[in-house]
């Protein structure tokens, strides 16, 4: 990742304009969410990572995105609500984004392009099967709660399955390794 992605150009959820900048030299996980999606109790295992790691230099930072079957289909305001509410949670959220296809964010398409593969995505692969849901390129995003690592460098030096949780042992290991570099 280099300092031009710190330059790209986001939304905070509440619609302030910002980007990745204010979080250099920290550790960060990236991740797609969504509200309405059988991973969505993830929220509380990623308000508890947020919640031991911060203070070490880790920021969890939620992206919301519809692309998978329409599971985020609040506002922003209603995005917020909702994970205020149901999750108390006080990692920064953004504005929604796409984080696929044609109209793919450029900031996804920057962490997909250095990590193009993930960590544990073969088992989610084949359940989506299961559903009748086809993946399609295995360089994108596979489905909500994927999550990408970023060194206090800035470099994109992991990518997880949707279905590593924030307490996964392999997910763990990378942020604690990524905070004591």
Not at 43 to 60: A, D, H, M, W
Not at 114 to 122: E, K, V
Not at 137 to 165: C, H, M, S, Y
Request: with cysteine; net charge negative; aromatic share 10%.
């Amino acid at each position: 990742m280099s300092d031009s992605l710190y330059d790209i150009p986001l939304k905070q959820i509440d619609g302030t304009p910002g980007n990745l900048g204010q979080y250099k030299g920290k550790v960060l996980l990236v991740v797609n969410v969504a509200s309405k999606c059988g991973l969505t109790p993830q929220y509380e295992g990623l308000e508890s990572l947020y919640e031991n790691k911060r203070g070490e230099g880790l920021e969890v930072l939620g992206f919301p995105a519809n692309n998978f079957k329409e599971q985020e289909p609040g506002s922003d305001s209603e995005i917020q609500s909702f994970c205020s509410t149901t999750y108390n949670v006080q990692f920064p959220l953004f504005s929604k984004i796409s984080v696929v296809g044609a109209g793919k964010h450029p900031l996804y398409s920057e962490l997909t392009s250095a990590q193009p593969s993930a960590t544990g995505d073969g088992p989610f692969r084949e359940r989506l099967k299961g559903y009748g849901i086809e993946s399609g390129d295995p360089q994108e995003v596979l489905w909500n709660f994927e999550k990408f690592l970023i060194g206090r460098g800035g470099e994109v030096i992991g990518r997880f399955a949707p279905d590593v949780a924030a307490d996964d042992p392999r997910l763990m290991a990378a942020i604690d390794q990524a905070l004591h570099a």
